[in-house]
């Protein structure tokens, strides 16, 4: 999957079931109405050995385990390569600010939805003028719901 992979790209980890926190993830899923799902994280590719990330406590670039084998490989489509470069630039900009419960709570009263790892996808992807939003009023947008959306597919799993 490495080598068939683009800057810019959009990691899906597929829910681990001997994972507790990925079971924790589906339980609160649940909870909002989206779960039990497919997936439970995503991340923006970097360059092939990196990724930005929204995960507790805080947003950050951390290095890809490939041989994770509940990793997916999803592609933008139609994305020039001046929009990729913009969404991870903001990517980058974002690498160190708190990713917490709070900071959910105050998406749901800007954006009218809690912001997890997707959130950060979408809004990186909105400062590169790529628009991956189909607002359907729900309270969040699942790793399940994104993988629905008609501006993304799948490369490879």
Not at 25 to 45: A, D, M, N, W
Not at 105 to 123: A, N, S
Not at 125 to 130: D, K
Request: charge should be neutral; hydrophobic fraction near 35%; include cysteine.
């Amino acid at each position: 999957m490495r080598e068939r992979t683009q800057v810019g790209d959009i990691l899906f980890y597929r829910v681990n079931p001997s994972s507790l926190k990925d079971k924790f993830i589906g339980f609160l899923q649940r909870l909002t109405g989206e779960g039990p799902g497919k997936y439970c994280h995503v991340s923006l590719v970097d360059t092939l050995d990196y990724q930005y990330e929204a995960v507790l406590p805080r947003i950050r670039r951390s290095k890809i385990d490939w041989n994770n084998p509940c990793l997916e490989l999803w592609r933008i489509n139609d994305a020039t390569s001046v929009q990729l470069l913009s969404m991870l630039e903001a990517a980058a900009g974002d690498v160190g600010i708190w990713y917490g419960l709070g900071d959910s709570l105050r998406g749901l009263l800007k954006r009218g939805r809690l912001t997890i790892c997707t959130q950060y996808i979408i809004d990186s992807a909105a400062m590169g003028y790529i628009d991956l939003t189909e607002d359907k009023g729900d309270l969040l947008v699942s790793p399940d719901e994104l993988s629905t959306y008609k501006q993304i597919r799948k490369v490879s799993a």
